[in-house]
Structures are given as structure tokens and as C-alpha cells.
């Protein structure tokens, strides 16, 4: 074989290898740490899933990583309430509030405007699993400016092992998925907290800052 041949093959080989290799850039947190929230209001989030329950579902798990995380935030049954008595009754309408209309009603610091992309069970022949996907950002509502943004996804298909009866074997265990997952709907609730964890929690790569409360508060 040609030795030039073989050496830009290796060379494109470590290529390959150090880019996928390769650390995700980190989020710029410049605004973030300039502006520092205290309090946190959570909008509840748009829906571009196709389950009705979406928002909620996410809205429900949503406010236990950021008080964790060391903010004040505001208790979101509340903050739905508030808005639909002010004539926003969706979710469409709430996001497209202005910052500083939020900031006289609620006095928060910062809001939080999140989308789910996918919420609940997708079915297959030989697969089915619970997948929430979700994104954010957090805006300050005394400047406006962007925060810090980012995205999370959990699904059901990372616990399930993979089945060693072959063909019959995945059928079965498809099966007894599609089951667990028609009967119980806690299950989307299930992988909406661990989302949010993954999304909002605090401490981990390009995630939120600690807040105020938090005795890691400026660590990061």
C-alpha cells in the first residue's frame, strides 16, 4: 500500500477521533454574572409537543433545581393565576409580555421562558419510550438581556437493557414497554423532572450559576 496513502489516512483518522473528542464550548456568562438574580419567575413553558400535557408537566418539576441552585422562585400555580387574571390566559400570550410588565406584577429579578419539544411515549415494533425534551432561557427583567440559555432531553430508552432473547426477546420486552408507558403517565412527569434537573440544575457544564442562597454562590 502507498505509504503516502496510509499516512493521510491516519492523519484523517486523528482528525476524526480529536473532534469527536472534542469538549463542548462553554456558555458565555458575562451578562449572567454582571446582572446576578436573586429571583426567578417561571412562565409556564410554550408547547410544541404534541401532548396537551406538556406545559404543565414541565411547569410542575420545574422550580425545584433552580431553589436548589440557591434562587427565590416564585411558586408557579401563583404566577399562572396572576397571569391569566391580567388577560394572558396562554402561554403564547405570557411569553410575549414585556420584561418590564413582568418585573412591576411579580418584582422577580429574572424570568425564566421555556419550550418543550417532546413530551410523552413514541411507539415502534421493536421499541418504545418516554422521551421530554426541553429548552430555556432566562432573561433579566430589569435589563432585558439574555442570561443564559440552554436544552435538555431524558427518555426512558437510557434504563431500559437490552434484551438477550433475540428477535422474540425485543418483541417482549416492546411490548410490556408500550404497556407500562400507556398505563402510566407518571412516567412523562418522571422524565420531565430529570430533564429539568438536567436543564436547570446548577454546578454542572454550561448550566445556570449558583444563586444568592447558595453557599457556592460566586464559585462558579
Known amino acids: 500500500m502507498n505509504v503516502r496513502f496510509c499516512k493521510a489516512t491516519l492523519a484523517v483518522s486523528l482528525l476524526s477521533l480529536s473532534v469527536g473528542c472534542a469538549a463542548p464550548a462553554r456558555y458565555d456568562y458575562t451578562a449572567y454574572r454582571a446582572n446576578r438574580p436573586a429571583s426567578i419567575v417561571v412562565l409556564p413553558p410554550l408547547n410544541k409537543s404534541m401532548e ?19 434562587y427565590y422562585v416564585l411558586p408557579v400555580a401563583l404566577v399562572d393565576e396572576t397571569l391569566k387574571q391580567n388577560g394572558l390566559a396562554m402561554p403564547d400570550d405570557m411569553h410575549n409580555a414585556p420584561p418590564t410588565k413582568l418585573r412591576e406584577v411579580f418584582g422577580a429579578d429574572a424570568a425564566l421562558y421555556m419550550e418543550v419539544t417532546k413530551y410523552g411515549a413514541t411507539y415502534a415494533i421493536l421499541a418504545s419510550d418516554v422521551t421530554v425534551t426541553a429548552n430555556a432561557k432566562m432573561i433579566d ?71 444568592p442562597r447558595s453557599p457556592k454562590y460566586q464559585s462558579d
Open 141 to 211: 427583567l430589569r435589563s432585558g438581556d439574555v442570561l443564559w440559555a440552554g436544552s435538555a432531553s431524558a427518555s426512558t430508552a437510557e434504563q431500559q437493557s437490552q434484551s438477550g432473547g433475540g428477535l422474540v426477546g425485543l418483541l417482549i420486552v416492546a411490548v410490556i414497554n408500550q404497556i407500562i408507558n400507556t398505563v402510566a403517565d407518571d412516567r412523562s412527569t418522571q422524565m420531565a423532572a430529570i430533564t429539568n434537573q438536567r436543564l436547570l440544575g446548577a454546578g454542572q457544564l454550561n448550566g445556570p450559576l449558583y444563586g
Open 52 to 70: 396537551v400535557a406538556a406545559s404543565y408537566g414541565v411547569l410542575s418539576r420545574a422550580t425545584a433545581p433552580l431553589a436548589e441552585a440557591g
